[in-house]
């Protein structure tokens, strides 16, 4: 995970940095850091598997991923749902400094499908393994579905790069069973 130095919101944009309070920080610090737990378990299941090899945070590779097989051009963002604004948990802004962070999410979330999209136009396969889909009861498909890419993408020979969001349906078939759910309970 790249660097999340709070002056990048002094730089960027209009809207300083806000006083942030303790736990604030602490959340903000807690997703800054690289070796994250969730990446920490993704990595043991990737050994477990029989797949080792990967390196970390590759600096040769757009938007350094957290794990990597270079010989395989595949990439795996390991992303927290917080930090990364993640689609299905869609978890609330702090209350506090609210254009702050819609501003700094915005960035996050661009800055995800831009590293993504240029791993993927260079050929890549990449994975986006969300937090959420390494929960209880969920880790062990998610990580076999990983496992599989990883197999996949080393055989044969080049293939076309694509994005692939690990262990869940996509955002926009949930935006719409979500919106289903909504006019149900309007219309009773
Ligand atoms: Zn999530």
């Given amino acids: 995970m790249p660097s999340e130095g709070t002056a990048e919101g002094q730089a960027e944009g209009p809207v300083p940095a806000p006083v942030v309070s303790l736990a604030t920080r602490h959340v903000m610090q807690a997703n800054r850091s690289v070796d994250t737990k969730p990446e920490l378990r993704v990595r043991q299941a990737l050994r477990e598997r029989g797949l080792p090899g990967y390196r970390l945070h590759w600096k040769k590779a757009p938007g350094r991923p957290d794990v990597c097989y270079p010989g395989r051009r595949l990439a795996i963002f390991v992303n ?109």
């Fill in 80 to 188: 927290g749902c917080y930090w990364h604004h993640c689609a299905w948990c869609q978890m609330a802004l702090p209350k506090s400094n609210v254009e702050f962070w819609r501003q700094k999410f915005a960035r996050n979330r661009a800055r995800d499908v831009r590293d993504a999209n240029r791993l993927a136009s260079a050929g890549w396969t990449v994975l986006v393994v969300w937090e959420c889909r390494l929960a209880k009861g969920r880790f062990g498909p998610t990580m076999d579905e990983v496992a599989l890419e990883v197999r996949r993408a080393g055989e044969g020979g080049p293939r076309a790069g694509r994005v692939v969001e690990v262990g869940s349906p996509a955002p926009w078939r949930l935006a719409r069973a979500r919106a289903r759910i909504r006019r149900l309970r309007r219309s009773r």
